[in-house]
């Protein structure tokens, strides 16, 4: 008969939960990172990035790259991201949150091993079902003896990324993110403005071009939207899922050395530095480093067609994406030298 498992708190493992970060966000005008995770690679170039741009960080698992990783390994992934920044000379508030969390259990679950944050996608639920599924895992987080953190969401983001799938978005309606934050008591709320998932985020129809330069140009956020909901909730935190900016010199990169990414495109970093400045405080991105990844090993192995050892390609594709994310850090969300407001 095997022992029953052991509930893990998220402070063994150094790690902090959102609410001090999200505070200091709105009232300082930039957002939080919330960078997507699979692999060691991956989190090297988050730790990396953040520590030399000295920013607090939001490392974020959906539950298909749990499955991947596995969900031991992934706690002691998170443990030694903490131990990992301290080498690297800074001790930057790092947050474990799960992305787009189905249901009641699987937030459960992450809670009891170690996450610092969870993140209940009741948005396909009618809204009173929605209230009902979100309430139930706030209760249940915020019983916790060192309190997890909550992230709801109202409005559905159309687009494909891991477990996340819908042809249609709807946006959030102002008139109801009272009564649903009043009623399930959440942390932060997601909310649908006119991002999307995926690196396909906007339709060719939906889309200009740029007559001189031929680039597509997707429509504009609904700020309009935004605005209404900072009005009904005054200094509540507010999260965009879906906000990768999609980089042409990525996507340059992929078509050259073999691979298809007609019409892909994202949302402009303007936008975004633009919706940091207001009650936006995290800002989720994970398409854009996928891309970066991508591009660095396909144009490695075009360039050495030989090679084989992983650690020869898959270094240049953890220098690319630490770059890039010390890049959005700094110039695109604001956060850097954050860090040590944050703890």
């Known amino acids: 008969m095997s022992a029953p498992k ?22 300082g005008g930039f957002a939080i990172p919330a960078y997507n995770f699979n692999n060691m690679e991956q989190l090297q170039a988050i730790i990396g990035a953040c520590v030399e741009s000295k920013s ?24 030694g991201a903490v131990e990992y920044a301290k080498e690297l000379g800074m001790n930057i ?21 170690g996450f610092s944050s969870v993140m209940i996608d009741g948005s ?3 809204f009173e079902k929605n209230i009902e599924l979100t309430k139930k895992v706030v209760e249940y987080a915020h019983a ?43 942390d932060s709320l997601a909310i649908s403005i006119g991002t999307s998932h995926g690196a396909y ?56 050395t073999g691979g298809v990414m007609e019409d ?3 949302v402009p970093e303007e936008q975004l530095r633009k919706a940091a400045k207001s009650a936006v405080c995290k800002i989720n991105i994970d398409s854009d480093g996928r891309l970066a990844m991508t591009a660095m090993i396909r144009k490695y192995f075009k360039e050495n067609p030989s090679h084989f050892d992983p650690r020869q390609y898959l270094g240049p ?21 954050h860090a040590e407001e944050c703890m």
């Open 264 to 266: 892909a495109v994202g």
């Open 317 to 337: 594709a953890r220098n690319a994406l630490k770059d890039l994310y010390k890049h959005k850090n700094q110039h695109v969300l604001g956060s850097a030298g």
């Open 144 to 186: 916790h003896p060192d309190y997890v953190t909550v992230e709801g969401e109202l409005g559905v983001l159309a687009g494909i990324e891991d477990d996340v799938v819908a042809e249609h978005s709807s946006y959030t309606k102002p008139e109801d993110v009272i009564e649903f934050v009043k009623q399930t008591g959440v």
């Open 124 to 126: 396909h639920l009618p």
């Open 6 to 27: 052991k509930t893990v708190s998220y402070k063994e493992l150094g790690l902090v939960n959102t609410k001090k970060m999200f505070e200091k966000a709105v009232a």
């Open 201 to 256: 985020k906007f339709k060719p129809a939906q889309c200009t071009k740029d007559p001189v330069t031929g680039d597509i140009i997707p429509p504009p956020l609904r700020f309009d939207i935004l605005e209404e909901i900072e009005k009904k909730l005054p200094g509540f935190p507010i999260v965009l899922h879906g906000s990768s900016s999609v980089p042409k010199e990525y996507v340059k990169i992929i078509k050259e």
């Open 93 to 113: 508030p790092i947050a474990l949150h799960l992305d787009h969390g189905a249901n009641f259990e699987l937030c459960k679950s992450c809670i009891d091993m």
């Open 56 to 79: 607090p960080v939001i490392l974020q698992v959906s539950a298909g790259a749990r499955q991947y990783a596995n969900q031991t390994l992934l706690m002691y992934m998170a443990k």
